[in-house]
């Protein structure tokens, strides 16, 4: 039940708002509706600012059908100081045993952190 | 003769004006509160920042006749502080310049558990009215099950001053016990598969989307609930200050020096609060219980949601990333992390947890924001 209480005084009316419940089970239905509310409209903000962010990284598209340039195929990798050339040779022909079309531009350590072993590990599963 | 009599007046008249003559059990009963506090707060190191300064009010609180509040001095300036809600707002400030919004933007979905989370809020509030509380006392009672400090306080302030203590004291020490409690509610509403469900790296966030998103946060909730517009625009400035890049001075102020010089009197205020006469009652022994069942009752709800979500999403998002909903940031999302961790070693949940706790934040403040407009 909704209901406003207006009390006079001698120089100015005063508005008083009276709870709109007291029901506990009703303020938990208003209350949540409104938090879900109000989050989903937060949600759609975001979704809608990285829509409209003009910053964001273009998707790239994977030629991978696509044969390498023949001359792409004399070009050196670049590598890292510290790795020797049989790393090299390793890493070179464990990528051409997947076959034509991969090219190796440079051979570096990788950095380590959880997240990125983490990310490796998920994608060695798959 | 004369001499003597003097003597015994003046003595008689150190005696009346000293704190002994007024001296009561109560009094005698939460200094040793504030004794337990302090034993918690150094010594099993739970909140120590928070629950010290607290613990020390407490004592202060209860030495009778140093009348504190009577003139214009520290101790009344810092109980204003409480009192016009002034300090809340400073809090969230630096805890805007802390707070990290990447994990939320790039998993926006995840912010409907740090809503689901909030149904803690409300079934303390159920309880509290059954237990014959006002509708303003439970909803200020309610807002312990947030796990968010600074927005109990201002909410308590606002819907029942004379239950801060016991609602302040209550938040900060669940919420030091978050690893304590969460856990066998989280392992008690999920299988063993569940537990171990590993997710998907999150996205980068651009600077774009974390400078834009506390704008537009603080522009639809301001609009939207204005009476928490002070609590979530300093919490947004706060985030800005952090995420602009150019203003690393004023954010390191509002995190470091700022944030700990209000922490100082808002906790010191707060155990000022805890005199005998307002606290030892049978409502704050209710209120400690019901703040205990508002915490179990916000993991239970963020969790079941997080299930909802581990089935809707084809098995990607793990339940346990639900509990983080009940704020206590960062407490909440390490507590996810190291149960995701025990289910599996191979699991790394506490950046997935980061995104509903931080909503909780808002969810919390958007909670108290209705229940302002609802019931006060």
């Known amino acids: 039940m909704c209901y406003y209480v207006y009390e006079w005084n001698v120089d100015e009316v005063i508005f008083v708002h009276e709870a709109v419940t007291t029901n506990p089970i009703t303020i938990t239905l208003i209350n949540m509706t409104v938090v879900f509310g109000v989050l989903i409209l937060l949600s759609l903000m975001i979704r809608l600012i990285h829509f409209i962010d003009p910053t964001k990284p273009k998707k790239v598209e994977h030629e991978v059908s696509k044969p390498a340039a023949p001359v792409a195929e004399t070009v050196k990798p670049t590598v890292a100081d510290g790795i020797n050339e049989e790393t090299v040779a390793v890493i070179m022909a464990a990528i051409a045993a997947y076959g034509s079309g991969y090219r190796v531009h440079a051979i570096r350590p990788a950095v380590s952190t959880k997240w990125r072993d983490s990310g490796r590990i998920m994608m060695s599963d798959m | 003769m004369e001499i003597i009599n003097a003597f015994a007046v003046s003595l008689q008249a150190v005696w009346m004006n000293s704190g002994f003559s007024a001296f009561t059990a109560g009094n005698a009963a939460m200094i040793l509160v504030g004794f337990v506090l302090l034993y918690f707060a150094f010594v099993k190191e739970y909140e120590p920042l928070l629950l010290s300064p607290i613990a020390f009010g407490c004592i202060l609180a209860n030495f009778p006749n140093t009348g504190f509040f009577d003139e214009m001095g520290v101790m009344k300036a810092i109980n204003f502080g409480i009192q016009y809600e002034i300090f809340p707002p400073l809090i969230f400030l630096g805890v805007g310049a802390m707070t990290d919004f990447g994990p939320l933007l790039a998993n926006p979905s995840t912010i ?208 346990l990333i639900g509990s983080a909903g009940v704020s206590a940031v960062p407490m909440a999302a390490r507590v996810s992390q190291v149960v995701g961790l025990k289910a599996n070693p191979r699991n790394y949940l506490l950046m997935h947890a980061m995104g509903p706790n931080v909503a909780g934040v808002i969810g919390t403040a958007v909670a108290a924001g209705t229940m302002l407009a609802m019931l006060n």
């Open chain 2, 112 to 319: 409907l558990l740090g809503a689901a989370a909030q149904i803690g809020v409300f079934a303390a509030l159920v309880g509290a009215m059954c237990l014959g509380f006002t509708a303003k006392q439970a909803g200020a009672i309610g807002i312990i099950g947030g796990a968010d400090g600074p927005t109990a306080i201002y909410l308590s302030v606002q819907m029942a001053p004379e239950l801060l203590g016991a609602i302040a004291v209550a938040a900060y020490s669940y919420m030091s016990l978050v690893p304590l409690i969460q856990p066998p509610v989280m392992k008690l509403l999920t299988t063993q598969k569940e537990r171990a469900t590993v997710m998907e790296q999150l996205r980068p966030v651009t600077k774009f989307e974390r400078i834009i998103f506390p704008i537009i946060c603080t522009i639809v909730i301001g609009l939207l609930l204005p009476p928490i517009a002070a609590l979530l625009g300093m919490l947004m400035l706060g985030n800005l200050f952090r995420e602009s890049g150019v203003t690393d001075r004023l954010s390191d102020t509002a995190q470091n020096s700022l944030c700990n010089i209000v922490t100082i009197f808002l906790a010191l205020g707060t155990g000022m609060t805890m005199s005998a006469e307002k606290f030892l009652t049978i409502q704050t022994i209710e209120i400690i219980c019901l703040g205990l069942f508002a915490f179990i009752m916000g993991t239970a709800g963020g969790v079941i949601f997080g299930k909802l979500m581990y089935w809707a999403s084809g098995h990607k998002i793990n339940p």
